[in-house]
Nanobody, 125 residues
């Protein structure tokens, strides 16, 4: 059973940057592809970014490409999400998730087996 714990959320102003971390335990971290998702109040959960087991391949939602960067350090059992040029519409609870195999549809949350409890990101205008 893999446990995931997100950290790094907070309140920032539009245009600021924020870096999220997700620490994994209970399994071999490099055995999992990792994803970041977010959910704003009253909205469906949406895909943000994903990264392959080795970190060699990354995927982004159209709304975050060019502003967000996903990376991982398997030696530290951690995946990161660097968020730049934040906008008020980026306000949401951000979740990391783990999948044993790189999903065919990386943006489909149902493809991920393990989830963290989330960290709140609030961007003020």
């Amino acid at each position: 059973q893999v446990q995931l714990v997100e950290s790094g959320g907070g309140l920032v102003q539009a245009g600021d940057s924020l870096s999220l971390s997700c620490a994994g335990s209970g399994g071999t971290f490099s055995d999992y592809a990792m994803g970041w998702f977010r959910q704003a109040p009253g909205r469906e959960r949406e895909f943000v970014a994903a990264i392959s087991h080795s970190g060699g391949t990354t995927y982004y939602a159209g709304s975050t490409a060019g502003r967000f960067t996903i990376s991982r350090d398997n030696a530290k059992n951690t995946v990161y999400l660097q968020m730049n040029s934040l906008k008020p519409e980026d306000t949401a609870v951000y979740y990391c998730a783990a999948a044993p195999a790189l999903p065919l549809r990386v943006g489909d949350g149902h493809e991920y087996d393990y989830w963290g409890r989330g960290t709140q990101v609030t961007v003020s205008s």
